[in-house]
């Protein structure tokens, strides 16, 4: 079983930053693919950003369309952690923010899939006001 924990939510004006934080039990951590979901009341839960295993030491990171150029995932292996700086938030942006793990120890290209990740921390509230 892989844990993940969640930090980093919170309110913020329109225009700030925020960042999320999650850290992953397991010894593999190097090997996961990560990836960043949010869901909004009322909507089904949306992929947000991936940062995958893709061999060696290279990882790969990709974005849903309506964060690229104002949102970074990154990855700390020594720490087991993966990031999500958020800037130039949005009222839109407003939902829980959740981390998941894809634990198959596999090269792959990002995975834009809910269904593809094994494991899902617990959510944190990420509140944007006007």
């Known amino acids: 079983q892989v844990q993940l924990v969640e930090s980093g939510g919170g309110l913020v004006q329109a225009g700030g930053s925020l960042r999320l934080s999650c850290v992953a039990s397991?010894?593999?951590?190097?090997?996961?693919?990560m990836g960043w979901f949010r869901q909004a009341p009322g909507r089904e839960r949306e992929f947000v950003a991936a940062?995958?295993?893709?061999?060696?030491?290279?990882?790969?990171?990709d974005y849903a369309d309506s964060v690229k150029g104002r949102f970074a995932i990154s990855r700390d292996n020594a720490k087991n952690t993966v990031y999500l700086q958020m800037n130039s938030l949005k009222p839109e942006d407003t939902a829980v923010y959740y981390c998941?793990?894809?634990?198959?120890?596999?090269?792959?290209?990002?995975?834009?899939?809910?269904?593809?990740?094994?494991?899902w921390g617990q959510g944190t509230q990420v509140t944007v006001s006007l």
């Open positions: 397991g010894r593999t951590f190097s090997r996961y693919h």
């Open positions: 998941a793990a894809d634990t198959r120890n596999e090269p792959s290209s990002p995975s834009y899939y809910a269904a593809r990740y094994d494991f």
């Open positions: 940062n995958s295993w893709v061999g060696g030491s290279t990882y790969f990171a």
